[in-house]
């Protein structure tokens, strides 16, 4: 026994060779921003080297918003260089008490989780409470430059990829002077080369934060020759608006025809700075490309995938158009949801909490559970009263509702009735997700496999004209398997239901209600075996399929490449070494594996593998010699193993022997 335990020990500490302690790495300061970028400003793309601006522009707002600031300054300069300056009290520049020998400056730039606002003393709401955003910017900054005024005093300091060029300078007496002063440009070894600051861009974020915040001044410039022709972004202008979101909602309404002139707005200011500002109105035709559109910011924080406040806003309309319409006995109102009566509309939203919690660092989420409760109340009341105020304009809301809710209604009743071949006998119900479009024109059909893969699908999908049925794993093997197992096959006849045909000699392509099926499976072994049982289902049971050119094949990407702030995808390995050849040539980029569709983010999938205008796919055809196809087929796929091994040997002079 001893001499087996012995063994045992000397092989597990053969296994454990080449990993020890001098293999865990110790990322320390900045180094983790730096080594991992997409973990704090989401990526390395054109949005990521914006939201850049915003992390150092929501820290002068902070200021304003505490009352400390009257006036914020934004320059964009021809070198690269943008400026944001502030009249608030200035970063502190003392000793830290924990870090003596470091001023408060250099702490707060570069050490991550550091900063004035985990506690209510200095900030009592305010958007960056994960103390990562100006040391993240200095972080990812080929080069940041800082000025203090405090104290009648002039302090500087730069910063080289987040570390400092030299100690803190006092510069010299500034008696007429005070704020906060950051200047700088975005790495290249960081996003590339190609990415540079859109003037236009930067202006829209620095209008929306005059909107959100009424008493403050932002004040843009930006150098004539980075404005493009066609670009109205002016070069000069004062930002200032005193009715808030209001203001913003006149300028978004003005081409649009509005089912009531009157617009619904408010804001109701709450202890500790909380507050609750709305502005919405309502419009026939929609606003631009979108039927609806809202907007909501949480502590001036943008969050663009919505949350508790946007929650709590739409269960405030919905309840209180409800009880109006109970108030003067419209019995149609009791049917009405958020979406029938903010349809169409165009929806601000902005509200100041303490401590938000947010999905992720970029803030896109608010997750603070009683922001629905802050928002709702606040706006309920205000809208009851709002309604009863104008009982025209009331009247004429509540009915334009109403034929919202009917027109979904009827919409539902319509799908129901076109498809209801497709999905009355599924065992599971939704598992086909179907698209809203009556007529098989344009539509499409993706079979994926299994659950993971269903739903990345089913959110990358275009609703309109793409639909999802999810498969169990694989399918039988109809060249194998006898009619009595076919007939008996449910995942084979959910698949028949859907396509809406019959099988065999009942299969008539002009019953197909989708234009297009697509079969996407995952981009390895197990997921092209998978597509080969269904070609084979759909080769032997509806062959005008693929004689009509309907059937494709998705191609997903099994790499995820990325260098700088360009990141591409290969199919297969093949495709990855060209890549590396022509894209990366050089260069060492960053290579992810995916091990499935289900691993693939929604957007991911979207762009890749399910878009149109930038995905690719194999259409399934019948090659030459087509009348040997079946013979083939059942050499491959059927019951006899003799004739795959004996095909397998009369092929084997066109294999090409791998080292391995």
Same mark, same amino acid.
């Given at each position: 026994?001893?001499?087996?335990?012995?063994? !045992?020990?000397?092989?597990?500490?053969?296994?454990?060779?080449?990993? *020890?302690?001098?293999?865990?790495?110790?990322?320390?300061?900045?180094?983790?921003?730096?080594?991992?970028?997409?973990?704090?400003?989401?990526?390395?793309?054109?949005?990521?080297?914006?939201?850049?601006?915003?992390?150092?522009?929501?820290?002068?707002?902070?200021?304003?918003?505490?009352?400390?600031?009257?006036?914020?300054?934004?320059?964009? *300069?021809?070198?690269?260089?943008?400026?944001?300056?502030?009249?608030?009290?200035?970063?502190?520049?003392?000793?830290?008490? /924990?870090?003596?020998?470091?001023?408060?400056?250099?702490?707060?730039?570069?050490?991550?989780?550091?900063?004035?606002?985990?506690?209510?003393?200095?900030?009592?709401?305010?958007?960056?409470?994960?103390?990562?955003?100006? $040391?993240?910017? @200095?972080?990812?900054?080929?080069?940041?430059?800082?000025?203090?005024?405090?104290?009648?005093?002039?302090?500087?300091?730069?910063?080289? !990829?987040?570390?400092?060029?030299?100690?803190?300078?006092?510069?010299?007496?500034?008696?007429?002077?005070?704020?906060?002063?950051?200047?700088?440009?975005?790495?290249?070894?960081?996003?590339?080369?190609?990415?540079?600051?859109?003037?236009?861009?930067?202006?829209?974020?620095?209008?929306? /934060?005059?909107?959100?915040?009424?008493?403050?001044?932002?004040?843009?410039?930006?150098?004539?020759?980075?404005?493009?022709?066609?670009?109205?972004?002016?070069?000069?202008?004062?930002?200032?608006?005193? &009715?808030?979101?209001?203001?913003?909602?006149?300028?978004?309404?003005?081409?649009?025809?509005?089912?009531?002139?009157?617009?619904?707005?408010?804001?109701?200011?709450?202890?500790?700075?909380?507050?609750? #500002?709305?502005?919405? $109105?309502?419009?026939?035709?929609?606003?631009?490309?979108?039927?609806?559109?809202?907007?909501?910011?949480? @502590?001036?924080?943008?969050?663009?995938?919505?949350?508790?406040?946007?929650?709590?806003?739409?269960?405030?309309? +919905?309840?209180?158009?409800?009880?109006?319409?109970?108030?003067?006995?419209?019995?149609? =109102?009791?049917?009405?949801?958020?979406?029938?009566?903010?349809?169409?509309?165009?929806?601000?939203?902005?509200?100041?909490?303490? #401590?938000?919690?947010?999905?992720?660092?970029?803030?896109? /989420?608010? *997750?603070?559970?009683?922001?629905?409760?802050?928002?709702? +109340?606040?706006?309920?009341?205000?809208?009851?009263?709002?309604?009863?105020?104008?009982?025209?304009?009331?009247?004429?809301?509540?009915?334009?509702?109403?034929?919202?809710?009917?027109?979904?209604?009827?919409?539902?009743?319509?799908?129901?009735? $076109?498809?209801?071949?497709?999905?009355?006998?599924?065992?599971?119900?939704?598992?086909? =997700?179907?698209?809203?479009?009556?007529?098989?024109?344009?539509?499409?059909?993706?079979?994926? #496999?299994?659950?993971?893969?269903?739903?990345?699908?089913?959110?990358?999908?275009?609703?309109?004209?793409?639909?999802?049925?999810?498969? !169990?794993?694989?399918?039988?093997?109809?060249?194998?398997?006898?009619?009595?197992?076919?007939?008996?096959?449910?995942?084979?006849?959910?698949?028949?239901?859907?396509?809406?045909?019959?099988?065999?000699?009942?299969?008539?392509?002009?019953?197909?209600?989708?234009?297009?099926?697509?079969?996407?499976?995952?981009?390895?072994?197990?997921?092209?075996?998978?597509?080969?049982?269904?070609?084979?289902?759909?080769?032997?049971?509806?062959?005008?399929?693929?004689?009509?050119?309907?059937?494709?094949?998705?191609?997903?990407?099994?790499?995820?490449? $990325?260098?700088?702030?360009?990141?591409?995808?290969?199919?297969?390995?093949?495709?990855?070494?060209?890549?590396?050849?022509?894209?990366?040539?050089?260069?060492?980029?960053?290579?992810?594996?995916?091990?499935?569709?289900?691993?693939? @983010?929604?957007?991911?999938?979207?762009?890749?593998?399910? &878009?149109?205008?930038?995905?690719?796919?194999?259409?399934?055809?019948?090659?030459?010699?087509?009348?040997?196809?079946?013979?083939?087929?059942?050499?491959?796929?059927?019951?006899?193993?003799?004739?795959?091994?004996?095909?397998?040997?009369? &092929?084997?002079?066109?294999?090409?022997?791998?080292?391995?």
């Amino acid at each position: 026994m001893a001499n087996n335990n012995q063994a !045992r020990l000397f092989d597990m500490s053969e296994e454990s060779k080449g990993y *020890s302690a001098k293999d865990i790495e110790v990322l320390e300061g900045l180094e983790p921003v730096r080594k991992r970028p997409g973990m704090y400003v989401g990526g390395t793309d054109e949005r990521a080297f914006h939201h850049l601006f915003a992390e150092v522009l929501d820290n002068s707002v902070d200021e304003a918003v505490a009352g400390h600031a009257s006036w914020i300054d934004v320059h964009l *300069s021809e070198d690269g260089f943008l400026t944001v300056r502030d009249d608030g009290r200035g970063i502190p520049v003392d000793p830290h008490p /924990k870090f003596p020998d470091k001023s408060a400056l250099e702490v707060i730039l570069t050490m991550l989780h550091s900063g004035g606002k985990f506690t209510n003393k200095a900030y009592k709401t305010a958007g960056g409470l994960h103390g990562v955003g100006v $040391s993240v910017v @200095n972080a990812l900054s080929e080069r940041l430059q800082v000025e203090i005024a405090r104290d009648r005093k002039l302090y500087v300091q730069a910063y080289e !990829r987040g570390k400092p060029v030299a100690p803190i300078e006092l510069k010299g007496p500034a008696p007429n002077r005070r704020g906060t002063m950051i200047r700088f440009r975005p790495d290249p070894e960081i996003f590339g080369d190609r990415l540079a600051f859109k003037p236009h861009r930067l202006y829209a974020m620095a209008r929306s /934060k005059a909107y959100l915040h009424r008493s403050v001044e932002i004040r843009w410039s930006c150098d004539p020759s980075l404005i493009h022709e066609s670009d109205k972004t002016p070069a000069v202008a004062t930002l200032r608006y005193p &009715n808030g979101l209001a203001d913003m909602l006149d300028e978004m309404s003005e081409s649009a025809s509005l089912v009531i002139p009157s617009i619904f707005s408010g804001r109701i200011d709450g202890e500790d700075g909380a507050a609750v #500002e709305w502005a919405i $109105s309502w419009s026939l035709n929609g606003y631009g490309e979108a039927d609806g559109l809202t907007r909501s910011y949480c @502590n001036t924080i943008p969050t663009p995938e919505g949350g508790t406040h946007e929650a709590g806003m739409r269960s405030a309309l +919905t309840k209180g158009l409800r009880a109006y319409g109970e108030l003067t006995n419209n019995k149609k =109102a009791s049917t009405l949801t958020a979406d029938d009566v903010l349809g169409t509309a165009c929806a601000l939203l902005s509200v100041f909490i303490r #401590e938000p919690e947010f999905v992720g660092q970029t803030k896109e /989420k608010l *997750s603070t559970t009683d922001a629905f409760r802050v928002t709702e +109340t606040a706006m309920r009341d205000r809208f009851d009263h709002w309604l009863t105020a104008s009982p025209k304009d009331a009247s004429r809301l509540l009915d334009w509702a109403v034929s919202q809710a009917e027109d979904r209604l009827k919409r539902k009743k319509d799908k129901e009735v $076109s498809r209801q071949s497709a999905t009355r006998k599924l065992r599971l119900p939704g598992k086909l =997700a179907d698209c809203t479009d009556a007529s098989a024109q344009g539509t499409e059909l993706f079979i994926v #496999e299994g659950d993971s893969a269903g739903g990345s699908a089913k959110q990358a999908r275009d609703r309109n004209s793409q639909a999802v049925l999810p498969l !169990r794993g694989k399918i039988l093997n109809v060249a194998s398997a006898g009619d009595d197992k076919l007939s008996k096959n449910q995942e084979l006849n959910d698949l028949s239901l859907a396509l809406g045909v019959g099988l065999g000699s009942r299969f008539k392509v002009d019953d197909l209600r989708y234009e297009r099926i697509i079969i996407m499976t995952d981009a390895d072994v197990d997921g092209a075996h998978i597509a080969a049982l269904l070609i084979t289902f759909f080769f032997r049971q509806t062959p005008g399929l693929i004689e009509a050119g309907r059937l494709y094949l998705a191609m997903p990407p099994l790499y995820r490449l $990325s260098h700088g702030g360009k990141t591409v995808y290969a199919r297969d390995d093949a495709h990855k070494a060209e890549l590396m050849e022509t894209v990366f040539k050089g260069k060492k980029p960053e290579v992810g594996r995916f091990k499935g569709l289900g691993e693939m @983010n929604p957007s991911q999938l979207k762009d890749t593998t399910m &878009n149109p205008a930038t995905r690719v796919m194999a259409r399934v055809a019948l090659a030459e010699g087509a009348e040997d196809s079946d013979d083939l087929v059942e050499t491959l796929m059927g019951k006899r193993a003799d004739l795959r091994f004996r095909y397998i040997q009369d &092929n084997a002079s066109f294999v090409e022997a791998l080292d391995v």
